[in-house]
């Protein structure tokens, strides 16, 4: 059974940086990407990244890269979504995703089957 549980995140003030963690089981990293998707109440999920570690492939939405970085840890089996100079306008509730390798794009919430929890991630002004 797939599982991600995420964790790392909290209330932080702007500028600050927050890391993220996925922790993945249940699946082989080279074997699915893994999507950062997040979500404030009321609005649509929005991609961050995704990872895809059997042909290194990153990707990133165009209005986060700058300051958000994805990673991969094979040997905890973990996937880390670095977040830097956060902005209150990144307060949301953080997810990551997974589902098999290859996706079509990796960047939309429908390509992807497996979900953690969620975990907030507040910036305050």
């Known amino acids: 059974e797939v599982q991600l549980v995420e964790s790392g995140g909290g209330l932080v003030q702007a500028g600050e940086s927050l890391r993220l963690s996925c922790a993945a089981s249940?699946?082989?990293?080279?074997?699915?990407?893994i999507g950062w998707f997040r979500q404030v109440p009321g609005k649509e999920r929005e991609a961050i990244s995704c990872?895809?570690?059997?042909?290194?492939?990153?990707l990133y939405s165009d209005s986060l890269k700058d300051r958000f970085t994805i990673s991969a840890d094979h040997a905890k089996n973990t996937i880390y979504l670095q977040m830097n100079s956060l902005k209150p306008e990144d307060t949301a509730i953080y997810f990551c995703?997974?589902?098999?390798?290859?996706?079509?794009?990796?960047?939309?919430?429908?390509?992807?089957?497996?979900w953690g929890q969620g975990i907030q991630v507040t910036v305050s002004s």
């Open positions: 990872i895809s570690t059997s042909d290194n492939v990153i």
């Open positions: 249940g699946l082989t990293l080279d074997d699915y990407v």
């Open positions: 995703a997974a589902d098999h390798w290859p996706l079509i794009t990796g960047l939309v919430e429908y390509e992807y089957d497996y």
